[in-house]
């Protein structure tokens, strides 16, 4: 059973099992003592309008700032909160830190239309969402448009009816939908149809080797003309190069995300980068040129 798993699988039992099991107590443990005691923040990155070379959106990326171990990335923590249900306390506290921030940028007139906030399956499938989301936004007084949630493929197969049922009723409350890393989870098209989210993100794994594999530029072509046809606004997560920027905007992609505009940034950071944000050339220069 366990050599059918392939390496780096171990048997029941083993020391190495009773290891991993203690570090992930250990580590559970410490991310409700780190939610407590003001150790998550949150990085905001920008999203930029291939059209215009504007700031449009941003999405918020949690971090935890251990106090040993410097900031740690989400994909560290994020699945074992999932697991052990702490991602609900979690999740909120990023919305009301977002909602905040976004209330913030807003008074010192910078706030672009949306920022995005992750949502993880188990926070949509437990029903309290829609409160939490309520409550962050009457807290702060921001317009449910300027807050975006980004769902996941996986989100609606957890609980199909509760979900559908949950993003139904955060439509109707006014904030955005989309769902992210898009061709990567097992959505049926009837469900996007049925989903009626505004956006699509296209996963960077497309993104990335788009311009140099087939494959991906074809997946990432059909994930464009999907969203257009539907009347969904898609964007591209990863966007790292030219050649993508180049290609992006072939497809009539609305939006893209990268480390070519901007890696996640603290707060503060993001303060200066939208006050002084002046689109590169890339965004601006390769628009076609009208001849005399
Ligand atoms: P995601 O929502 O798909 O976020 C995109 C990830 O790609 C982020 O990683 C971002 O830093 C990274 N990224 C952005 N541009 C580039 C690029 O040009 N190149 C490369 N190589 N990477 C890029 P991050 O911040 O480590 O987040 C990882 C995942 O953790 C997120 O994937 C999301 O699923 C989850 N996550 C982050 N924040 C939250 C949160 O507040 N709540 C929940 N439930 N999940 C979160
Ligand atoms: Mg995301
Ligand atoms: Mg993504
Ligand atoms: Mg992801």
Redesign the pocket.
Known sequence: QAKAQGKGTVCFFSPELTRRAKHRLMLDAELRAALEGNELLLYY?PQIDLVNGRIVGLE???RWQHPERGIV???EF?PLAEESGL?VRL?DW?LREACRQIKQWSEAGLTPRQTA????AVQLSRGRLIDSVKAALSETGIRPEQLEL?ITESCVLTDRDQSFKALADLRALGVRLSI??FGTGYCSLSYLQQLEVHKLKVD?SFVRGMTTNNGKASIVRAIIALGHSLGLEVIA????DEDQVHYLRSLKCDVI???LIGR?MPADEMTRFLASFDPPPILTDARPMLRP
């Open positions: 990155q918020s990326l949690v990335p989400p994909g994020i991602v999740g990023v906030v992750n949502v993880s980004e992210d890393d960077i997560e990863g966007v790292e995300q990268g480390y996640p």
